[in-house]
């Protein structure tokens, strides 16, 4: 029997190879924490939500590491389950905000190399196209662009069928290089 | 497995007008996906989002930190719990004997 739980983490009763110790699982969520943060800044779009995200899924690799089934990678299994914690989180700041202006958020700063204003003003574009994107097709663009991701993968973290991930991926890109052109 | 004989625009008429459409061609031919990948390439894109998505100053120590208070806590917790549930474990005990 396989299910989600409402934590948003796959959970089944067949046997499964035993989760990573807790040294290892230090290390990989290490290693994982900046792909989890942008995973959520990918979908809530604001910075600050994004750490919580980032935080909340944490706590929920800890509590649920024994449920891991290990069928997919443990990178998959945790970017899955950051995905599903910020649609949550996104769904509830949505519920909460009344006035849409107040979803909107400014681009986080860069800590990147020191940019011309030009620069600056590129990224900001770039943030701002972001937002015409739905956050699944965000997700998508994020994990096969930043984190490298196989297609089979993403589908596999965003729980969606492989020909979806590859039309919202080649549509983002499209948008964003179109709307970036635009403003060169 | 070679391209389907779908022409590079048709593909991205799709792609722009009809995805569900490119969806189920995809599904049929899925070796046109490299062709429709190279068309759509957008090579400073994944650079630009990492510049653009860079995590807060201090992010991961207090991931670091978090890992630490989440153990506490739960150690807090489970001796709450035991110390809660002594005197009920020492009935059990002492019914079940008296039974015997």
């Known amino acids: 029997v396989t299910g989600e739980a409402d934590s948003g983490v796959l959970v089944d009763d067949r046997p499964h190879e035993a989760p990573p110790t807790g040294v290892d699982l230090e290390d990989a969520l290490a290693e994982l924490g900046p792909s989890i943060y942008r995973v959520a800044l990918s979908v809530v779009r604001d910075p600050s939500l994004a750490e919580d995200a980032a935080q909340e899924t944490m706590i929920r690799v800890w509590t649920n590491i024994a449920r891991f089934r290990g069928d997919s990678s443990l990178r998959v299994w945790v970017l899955r389950i950051a995905h599903n914690v910020s649609i949550s989180m996104l769904r509830k700041r949505r519920d909460q905000v009344t006035d849409p202006h107040d979803m909107?958020?400014?681009?986080?700063?860069?800590?990147?190399?020191d940019r011309t204003a030009e620069g600056r003003a590129m990224m900001n574009e770039l943030w701002r196209s972001?937002?015409?994107?739905?956050?699944?097709?965000r997700a998508v663009v994020v994990l096969r662009e930043v984190e490298l991701m196989s297609y089979e993968d993403i589908a596999e973290a965003l729980d969606i069928p492989l020909p979806t991930v590859k039309t919202r991926l080649f549509r983002a890109r499209r948008q964003l290089a179109t709307k970036l052109e635009a403003w060169r | 497995m070679s391209a389907s004989m779908i022409s590079d625009r048709t593909l991205l008429s799709w792609l722009d007008g009809d995805p569900v459409r490119l969806e189920r061609?995809?599904?049929e031919h899925p070796e046109d996906t490299d062709r429709i990948d190279h068309l759509t390439e957008a090579p400073q894109l994944g650079e630009q989002l990492r510049d653009a998505m860079t995590m807060p100053e201090g992010f991961l120590t207090r991931?670091?930190?978090?890992?630490g208070a989440d153990q506490s806590r739960r150690e807090a917790a489970q001796v709450l719990v035991d110390l809660f549930s002594t005197a009920w474990r020492t009935a059990a005990v002492l019914f079940a004997d008296e039974e015997q």
């Open chain 1, 130 to 137: 972001l937002d015409d994107l739905d956050p699944l097709s």
């Open chain 2, 25 to 27: 061609h995809l599904t």
């Open chain 2, 63 to 67: 991931l670091s930190a978090l890992r």
């Open chain 1, 104 to 113: 909107s958020v400014e681009a986080p700063p860069s800590k990147g190399p």
